[in-house]
Nanobody, 121 residues
Framework: QVQVVESGGGLVQPGGSLRLSCAAS????????MGWYRQAPGKERELVAR???????NYGDSVRGRFTVSRDNAKNTVYLQMNSLKPEDTAVYYC???????????????WGQGTQVTVSS
């Protein structure tokens, strides 16, 4: 009923840039928070960047200063601009959306399938 779809991943050289997009669609009344998480092989999932329901942006320590998260509420879309990419940024990036579903009185989390970002020469 709710779909979260990421796009923009791929292979990029160190120092390069990528822009990820995530759009939510389906039956829901409104979105609270939207953000990005990533998981590298053998590591735990970690926060990359997130925009809260109040519009505040939070960043993981490893990406602060290099990545920028933005949100287009009219399009139910969140973006992640990734600059100065490093090999350690290689991971599957997942979009998380916290929203209020139609007919449901509590917030629910939805996740995209993930998009692979590989930083390598």
């Amino acid at each position: 009923q709710v779909q979260v779809v990421e796009s923009g991943g791929g292979l990029v050289q160190p120092g390069g840039s990528l822009r990820l997009s995530c759009a939510a669609s389906g039956s829901f009344l409104g979105i609270n928070a939207m953000g990005w998480y990533r998981q590298a092989p053998g590591k735990e999932r970690e926060l990359v960047a997130r925009v809260s329901g109040g519009g505040s942006a939070n960043y993981g320590d490893s990406v602060r200063g290099r990545f920028t998260v933005s949100r287009d509420n009219a399009k139910n879309t969140v973006y992640l601009q990734m600059n100065s990419l490093k090999p350690e940024d290689t991971a599957v990036y997942y979009c998380n959306v916290r929203l209020l579903r139609t007919g449901v009185d509590v917030l629910s989390d939805y996740w995209g399938q993930g998009t692979q970002v590989t930083v390598s020469s």
